[in-house]
């Protein structure tokens, strides 16, 4: 059982277009939403992170969006550069716990110069 | 600083054989984690270390798999034998800290079993 459930499987985005990437939960214990980027032959990197009290965290292009009623949250990159293209994966993890995460299955990204 | 290495970079061995892969966590950092990620599927967790300790290995697959981390510095990751289905990369994470949950990965070793 899949506990954290990412789509799409792959993004297609002309360059300065908007890609959005969407993950959503199941686990209510999940306290910490993270979101990594892979170059081919890197190892995941963290982008950016966000924690269930606030709805919103930007940081330069990339903003995650936070709904916790409805247990998703999503990836928003703005003025997408072909640099952007890239695997991401969403993340989750909770406390009182290793701290593991669980991750989404990931969505390669393709910016189209 | 120097991140998270993980050697070999790749590694194809046969069915039976055994693999040994290693993990040096970023100086300073308690926490290690493994994780895996087979074709196609999510990067999924084997265990964690804090120091030398084994804090949580729920999701080691098998008895086929041995983690060590001697002295609570660098790690290895042990197949013995390898099967078929363990093909897949292997990812090392480290972190200072539970409480704020950032882990930084390493490239990963990519195990290849024919």
């Known amino acids: 059982q899949q506990q954290v459930k990412q789509s799409p499987q792959s993004l297609i985005v002309q360059k300065g277009g908007i890609s959005i990437i969407n993950c959503a939960y199941e686990n209510t214990a999940f306290d910490y939403f993270p979101w990594y980027q892979q170059f081919p032959g890197k190892g995941p990197a963290l982008l950016i992170a966000i924690r269930p009290d606030v709805s919103e965290k930007k940081e330069g292009r990339f903003t995650i969006s936070f709904n916790k009623s409805a247990k998703q949250f999503s990836l928003h990159i703005m003025d997408s550069q072909p640099g952007d293209s890239a695997t991401y994966f969403c993340?989750?993890?909770?406390?009182?716990?290793?701290?593991?995460?669980?991750f989404g299955s990931g969505t390669q990204l393709t910016v189209l110069p | 600083e120097a991140g998270v290495t993980q050697f070999p970079s790749h590694s194809v061995i046969e069915k039976g054989q055994t693999v040994t892969l290693r993990c040096d966590p970023i100086?300073?950092?308690?926490?290690l984690y493994w994780y895996r990620r087979v074709m196609g599927k999510e990067i999924k967790f084997l265990l964690h270390f804090v120091k030398e300790s084994k804090q949580d290995e729920s999701g080691m697959p098998n008895n086929r798999f041995l983690a060590e981390r001697t002295g609570g510095t660098y790690s290895t990751l042990k197949v013995q034998p390898a099967e078929l289905e363990d093909s897949g990369v292997y990812f090392c994470a480290s972190s200072p800290s539970r409480l704020s949950g950032t882990q930084y990965f390493g490239p990963g070793t990519r195990l290849l079993v024919l």
């Open positions: 100086s300073g950092h308690d926490n």
């Open positions: 993340a989750a993890s909770r406390s009182g716990s290793a701290r593991q995460l669980t």
